[in-house]
């Protein structure tokens, strides 16, 4: 029962993200202006309620299972696959690999300034 | 028996029973083969489900429309899930502070040069627009991936295939990366396969380390924050939406 108010919670955050999103017009997605809202709520919670915590984890966890059905309309663009899998492919492996790279050397940059200014 | 089977698919034409009802069981058993073979990135569940759905739905001739009659009921959780990012942001608050401005520039600049990596490849190889902008948001997390790809009017389905594998080939090929590199830290590790990899990338952290699951964790859930905010905007100054 706890996890079904918890759940409802998010819920609304949701769609309030979606109607304020809607009202200013700006494009920022409903659910990431609902996180930002969320985010703001825990932090000025002192103490935020265990129901939120526990909804949220168990979303969490079953968040791949959520995105099978988006997924699966993949079947209605099987001749642009068919056309464009190589390019798809390329982009998709050289990208993640850059941005692995990329992100790791930059980070460890940064770190390595953060301490030696500490030191200082 | 052909009759029965035409009336069968007429009376769950306008249901969500198939639906839901067909990923759930399939999910259930991607999932269950997902654990016999010690979590092997190429077996992810969500890859094998939208296959083998994918395989049904074409064997017994249901459409997609027909099919998501049942699927909006999974899907629509998506959103309420994208709000639940906030609790582990929250929970990680404390560390967020203590590296502040690195870990954010880092995140920062990681999505930016992703996407566009991405993009500028797809377009050198001679993708077309739609494809263009559904790579773009690949490395965050799938609900923030497609609320985002809806807003840069690419196509959520492909974007929801483009991040599942994007996350697969980050958790397969991160730490050969990470070694080829010569990096140690496993804080630097944890953010780059956050980043990168979003929630895949982060299970497989897990897996490896604690500092780097957890770092993972958080690098995914300040990337999705971010993303929304950023990406619209540079890929407009690049003249690309």
Known sequence: MKMVAGIIILVLYHQMGELMMNWLEWPIPGGVFGMLMMFITLLIMKKPPQVIGQSSEFLLRHLAFLFVPAGVGIMLLFDLIKQEWLAMLVSMVLSTFISLGFVAWLMQKLIKLQTLKNHE | ?241
Not at chain 2, 13 to 42: D, E, I, M, R, S
Not at chain 2, 72 to 99: N, R, S
Not at chain 2, 169 to 174: E, H, V
Not at chain 2, 196 to 212: D, I, P
Request: proline content about 4%; glycine content about 10%; aromatic content about 12%.
């Open chain 2, 1 to 241: 028996m052909n009759d029965l089977y035409k009336l069968a698919l007429s009376f769950w034409q306008g249901q969500p029973y198939l639906g839901v009802g067909l990923t759930f069981l399939v999910f259930w058993l991607a999932n269950k083969l997902y654990q016999k073979c010690q979590f092997h990135p190429l077996l992810h569940p969500v890859l094998t489900s939208i296959i083998v759905i994918i395989a049904v739905l074409l064997f017994i001739q249901v459409d997609y429309a027909t099919y998501f009659n049942g699927g909006q009921l999974i899907h629509f959780f998506l959103g309420p899930a994208t709000v639940a990012l906030a609790w582990p942001l929250y929970q990680h608050f404390e560390a967020i502070k203590k590296i502040g401005w690195s870990v954010l520039s880092a995140v920062l600049l990681g999505i930016l040069t992703g996407a566009t990596a991405a993009v500028y490849l797809a377009q050198w190889l001679g993708a077309s627009t739609l494809t263009q902008l559904s790579l773009a948001p690949k490395s965050v997390t799938t609900p923030v991936a497609i609320a985002v790809v809806e807003k840069i009017g690419g196509n959520s389905a492909l974007t929801a295939g483009f991040v599942i594998i994007t996350g697969i080939l980050g958790a397969m090929f991160g730490p050969a990366i990470f070694k080829l590199l010569s990096i140690e830290d496993d804080r630097v590790k944890g953010i780059a396969m956050g980043v990168s990899a979003h929630g895949v990338g982060t299970a497989k952290a897990w897996q490896l380390n604690h500092t780097m699951g957890a770092f993972s964790g958080l690098a995914m859930a300040m990337a999705a924050l971010m993303i929304a905010f950023v990406l619209p905007p540079w890929l407009q100054l690049l003249g690309i939406f």
